[in-house]
């Protein structure tokens, strides 16, 4: 199981829906059958809207997806395990916060077409990047989208990650204790679930523990700001 996790101002559920980016040719219902894991999408686009109207804030969500082996897919779907897998999933990166302060939502897509001809980066360093996979057909495997919605559905404050959250006392967010904090997560995963880990963490069972209830401790120091009289939205996914 290999996990990436992104943060997203807009056009999220469109996305999910049609299957429209840069460089793609085929829709979203030609790639990928679509199987509904848990939540509302519409929550998840009304949310995103209205932070956008009210929030002065470059981003809006989380999107995080989960890439697996066909084995590993069809053994968590046969065994009735993908939508525990993916709450255990949004409850490790985000350990300030309670279910009922999610507005979330998680569906898996199942591929139709096995691959898709590589869409060139951008940027710095997309030059280097782009040379390994020029005229390549990259392959795609069963994965799942989740997204968290930054909207507390509880509190005033924003919903944040534990790797964030952690870096705080540094009064910066510092991208190696945010891998850190995922590449933990995602071990915890792997081993509660048997799924392969492309690069395991080489400690033991509790040693991994410890390590992750240090990001928990601090991250539930953090202040999630004033109760909400009433929620705008009404959370509880996952």
């Not at 848990?38 to 995103?48: P, V, Y």
């Not at 795609?140 to 509880?154: C, K």
């Amino acid at each position: 199981m290999i996990s990436t996790i992104s943060k997203g101002e807009k056009g999220v559920s469109e996305y999910l829906k049609t299957g429209k980016k840069r460089g793609s040719k085929l829709s979203r219902d030609e790639k990928d059958r679509r199987v509904a894991v848990f939540g509302d999408l519409a929550m998840i686009t009304d949310s995103e809207k209205w932070q956008a109207a009210t929030k002065n804030q470059k981003y809006n969500y989380y999107h995080s997806t989960m890439s697996f082996l066909p084995d590993e897919y069809e053994n968590l779907k046969n065994n009735g395990k993908l939508e525990a897998l993916v709450r255990d999933y949004v409850r490790l990166n985000f350990p300030n916060h309670n279910d009922d302060e999610f507005i979330a939502y998680a569906e898996a897509h199942e591929p139709i077409i096995q691959s898709e001809p590589y869409i060139p980066r951008s940027g710095k360093g997309a030059k280097k990047l782009n040379a390994k996979y020029e005229n390549q057909n990259i392959g795609r495997s069963n994965h799942v989208h989740i997204i968290v919605s930054m909207e507390n559905a509880r509190f005033s404050g924003s919903i944040r990650t534990g790797g964030l959250i952690y870096s705080k006392k540094e009064k910066r967010i510092s991208p190696s204790a945010a891998l850190k904090f995922k590449k933990i997560c995602d071990e915890l995963l792997c081993r509660k679930y048997g799924l392969v880990s492309p690069e395991p963490l080489k400690i033991s069972d509790s040693e991994l523990k410890t390590q992750y209830e240090k990001y928990v401790q601090i991250a539930k120091k953090v202040s999630k700001g004033k109760i909400k009289d009433t929620p705008r939205l009404e959370g509880g996914s996952p």
